[in-house]
T-cell receptor, first 110, second 116 residues
Framework: AQRVTQPEKLLSVFKGAPVELKCNYS??????LFWYVQYSRQRLQLLLR??SRESIKGFTADLNKGETSFHLKKPFAQEEDSAMYYC????????????FGTGTSLTVIP | SQTIHQWPATLVQPVGSPLSLECTVE??????LYWYRQAAGRGLQLLFY??????ISSEVPQNLSASRPQDRQFILSSKKLLLSDSGFYLC???????????????FGNGTRLTVT
């Protein structure tokens, strides 16, 4: 069965410190992984997806099929990165569904 | 460009009253449409999704129902609200099929429902 796990509900880092939000998944086949972000009083929006292999707002995420992980990383956290982050999974075997983790609330301390 | 509209933004309803939340998408045809409920510490729970007019799949048995009367309209309803129906409801769309051709979900602003 498809499953997305975000082990940290809350994460606090100091401004300028590296940040890593963990995401592990279970999926039979080739998954498509996404990170979504929700800033205060804003809608949930796509941050990045593994197929694009791009860096958005300094964030990157690499799909590690061996470890079934898709951790979100940023070398130097900024205050504006404080938000709720969700990892999500989709793919040919999900039947038009997207599976979300429980989310990690990131707080960047000035 | 594609846009998604969800209303109302907030709603306070008494227990036992009916519910109707509406979502419309513009700028795309035959989208996949979704209703999620977002709860603190529980992430996003998929309630319903639809791949076409009149086609509704339910993920969680509950007091809610969904309908898709038009291609780009998705409605979440209840005949009698329960206290446990309180929450934050999100509508979303994607270009079918998901996972192919980079088709992520696009969310509306959400509706904060409080059942009193």
């Amino acid at each position: 069965a498809q499953r997305v796990t975000q082990p940290e509900k809350l994460l606090s880092v100091f401004k300028g410190a590296p940040v890593e939000l963990k995401c592990n998944y279970s999926y039979s086949g080739s998954p498509e992984l996404f990170w979504y972000v929700q800033y205060s009083r804003q809608r949930l929006q796509l941050l990045l997806r593994h197929i694009s292999r791009e860096s958005i707002k300094g964030f990157t995420a690499d799909l590690n099929k061996g470890e079934t992980s898709f951790h979100l990383k940023k070398p130097f956290a900024q205050e504006e990165d404080s938000a709720m982050y969700y990892c999500a999974l989709s793919g040919p075997n999900t039947g038009n569904q997207f599976y979300f983790g429980t989310g990690t609330s990131l707080t960047v301390i000035p | 460009s594609q846009t998604i509209h969800q209303w109302p933004a907030t709603l306070v309803q008494p227990v036992g009253s009916p519910l109707s939340l509406e979502c419309t998408v513009e700028g795309t045809s035959n989208p996949n449409l979704y209703w999620y409920r977002q709860a603190a510490g529980r992430g996003l729970q998929l309630l319903f999704y639809s791949v076409g007019i009149g086609q509704i799949s339910s993920e969680v048995p509950q007091n809610l129902s969904a309908s898709r009367p038009q291609d780009r309209q998705f409605i979440l309803s209840s005949k009698k609200l329960l206290l446990s129906d309180s929450g934050f409801y999100l509508c979303a769309w994607s270009v079918p099929p998901p996972g192919v051709g980079n088709s992520p979900l696009h969310f509306g602003n959400g509706t904060r429902l409080t059942v009193t």
